[in-house]
């Protein structure tokens, strides 16, 4: 139990300091960027339930991967502006990738949308952006799946860095990406 409180802090304070620069160019903790699965085996949709913790990989009706996720340290409810520590909810796409960033590989979410930038301006609000999939801050990757013991991103979707380096491999750019709340 001491350990677990240990990890919550260290995860509470360490993570989101480090977690404000995923797209800026750094070098990978652990290596080059794994290769493209070939295209029968790749994913066509990816779901991802906040409430439950669960993000799939899907290729047509059938899901060929999981994964339990962790996400931004506010994740009830639909990200309206930027340092909201909220995960985006909707329907986005994967837009590009970052085999340098400061997190085990990433993969950008397209929020905003201009649907979101429109909302945000209507309430007087910059929208936030670089929302990503990815693995754990480099240098962090031997927390690996006790990252879940609590929501620590800044509205990102988190992952360990194999789970990463699979999701990697399996989803292409382009593939679209349905995130629910409660609400849908």
Do not use: F
């Not at 290729?59 to 409810?77: F, N």
């Not at 985006?88 to 905003?112: F, K, Q, T, V």
């Amino acid at each position: 139990m001491r350990r677990a409180v240990l990890l919550c802090v260290v995860l509470a304070v360490a993570m989101p300091v480090a977690a404000a620069g995923y797209t800026r160019a750094m070098r990978s903790h652990s290596g080059t960027a794994p290769g493209m699965a070939p295209a029968a085996e790749q994913a066509d949709r990816i779901i991802v339930d906040k409430p439950a913790r669960l993000m799939r990989l899907t290729r047509g009706d059938k899901v060929i991967r999981s994964y339990a996720i962790s996400l931004g340290g506010a994740p009830t409810g639909h990200k309206i502006r930027a340092g909201d520590e909220r995960t985006p909810e909707g329907l986005y796409r994967i837009d590009w990738r970052n085999a340098g960033s400061i997190a085990h590989l990433s993969m950008h979410i397209s929020y905003p949308e201009p649907r979101d930038v429109a909302a945000a301006k209507a309430r007087g609000d910059d929208p936030g952006g670089a929302i990503m999939i990815h693995g754990m801050l480099n240098g962090w990757g031997w927390i690996g799946g006790a990252h879940r013991l609590v929501d620590w991103t800044n509205g990102c979707i988190a992952v360990t860095n194999a789970e990463m380096r699979e999701i990697w491999a399996l989803v292409p750019d382009g593939t679209p990406i349905e995130i629910r709340g409660q609400d849908i």
